[in-house]
């Protein structure tokens, strides 16, 4: 079952991302450009002060001949009126435009932003003893320039911003959801292949005893059937038993506490627990330490127990009869090693890729396992911080190897093995 990443998730991620961030971004515009504004607004309400401040002791006819004031060369220009208390424009600066009635008629409200003759001025005024009133203002022009350019620039830059979020989301979206629909169809071909292998042990189960019960049989006959329903139990219960340390892997529980082991002593006790095994087929079974020092190794003793007993699971079901296992514990100053091999046929290089995939065996005739043992040996490879190494041994069927980071350690591992 290929496992294809659909795009509609990556896509609303990539669509919500989108959004969220031109919400964010056009909300940060927006405060720039009113921060920046209302900075503007403040100086310029800062010079027209500065002007007033000077221009209280004109006359009216020094007003009425006072050129427009600029502060400094790129500013622009202030201009004046003085307003009679009759609310009369008795006098303004040269070039300045003609005041709107309103202003004229209002002492008060000052600083103030009004439009005249189409063109936005900051104005301000100061009321002198006599009553009359002298009005300044500055063109908001420049301003109004700024904005525009700090908008245009934020608008020019957000479609580009935009599509690289969107774009940046949905790779990521598409990323992000890659794991999960390959552990959905994991799951999928999990339930799939475990449904077929289930199947057969109790078809064979659910035939012995129907036979059992509608024939007629001896007391050897009955233990035949028994035997054979037995046995199909057996295998019944180990790929239960496979199945729900798998699941409990899948699940993350908590993993055994790492102590300090010693490879070669387990080694040596998983091949006494497989004597009788290799002893009924003819098989010569070795185990050898090469190194100078001990075989010390932080992790879980039983998972690296469990690990090696699949390897020799699986090299007693290929190797000939008679014929010859090597385990070979090997020690370096930062590595340990355990290699297990034997004079079968071996691994074909085609179908090394899916050596530890579930239920995938590769020989469907031959073996009588389930395909969980290599898969369950992966994991703990992985969970261990491991490596594999899969190739051809010298005695001409299968080498499997394992790596680990050599621990060094004062402290005593569990399982101690003499030098050899």
């Avoid at 607004?41 to 006359?59: D, I, P």
């Avoid at 002593?265 to 185990?287: G, H, K, M, N, Y």
Wanted: charged share 20%; proline share 5%; hydrophobic share 45%.
């Amino acid at each position: 079952m290929k496992s294809t990443v659909p795009l509609r998730p990556a896509l609303r991620v990539a669509l919500a991302a989108t959004i969220a961030v031109a919400i964010c971004y056009f909300a940060i515009v927006a405060g720039i450009v009113l921060l920046v504004s209302n900075n503007l607004v403040h100086e310029t309400t800062t010079r027209v002060a500065e002007q007033l401040s000077g221009a209280q002791s004109l006359t009216v006819n020094q007003l009425s001949s006072r050129d427009p004031v600029r502060r400094d060369a790129d500013d622009p220009p202030v201009y004046f009126w003085q307003v009679s208390p009759t609310h009369t424009v008795v006098a303004s600066s040269v070039g300045a435009p003609q005041l709107p009635a309103d202003l004229v008629a209002r002492s008060r409200g000052f600083p103030r932003t009004q439009s005249v003759d189409g063109r936005s001025f900051r104005f301000g005024a100061f009321q002198r003893a006599d009553g009359t009133v002298v009005i300044a203002a500055e063109s908001l022009a420049q301003q109004a320039h700024v904005r525009s350019v700090l908008l245009t620039s934020a608008l020019a830059v957000s479609p580009l911003l935009l599509a690289t979020v969107f774009g940046c989301s949905f790779l990521i979206g598409r990323s992000a959801s890659k794991p999960v629909e390959q552990a959905r169809v994991r799951q999928l071909e999990f339930a799939a292949d475990a449904s077929h292998e289930l199947r057969t042990p109790l078809t064979v189960i659910e035939a012995e005893v129907g036979l059992a019960l509608t024939t007629h049989r001896t007391a050897n006959g009955y233990r035949d059937a028994l035997q054979r329903v037995s046995g199909e139990t057996q295998r019944l219960r180990r790929l239960v038993e496979d199945m729900l340390w798998l699941a409990r892997f899948d699940s993350e529980p908590p993993a055994p506490r790492a102590e300090i082991v010693d490879v070669t002593t387990l080694a040596r006790q998983c091949a006494d627990r497989f004597a009788p095994v290799v002893q009924s087929r003819d098989i010569e079974l070795t185990v050898n330490l090469v190194g100078p020092d001990f075989a010390h190794v932080a992790a879980a003793p039983e998972w690296i127990d469990r690990l090696i007993g699949v390897l020799l699971d699986n090299a007693t079901r290929y190797a000939k009869s008679p014929g010859r296992i090597a385990v070979t514990v090997a020690c370096t100053a930062s590595n340990v090693t355990i290699t297990v091999a034997d004079d079968g046929p071996g691994i074909p290089a085609a179908e090394r890729g899916r050596l530890f995939d579930r239920f995938h065996r590769i020989d469907e005739t031959g073996s009588q396992g389930a395909g969980l043992g290599l898969a369950i040996a992966d994991a703990i490879v992985r969970s261990t911080h491991g490596k594999w190494s899969v190739g051809d041994s010298d005695l001409g069927g299968a080498s499997m190897t394992v790596t680990w980071a050599r621990h060094r350690s004062q402290t005593l591992p569990r399982l101690v093995s003499p030098r050899t």
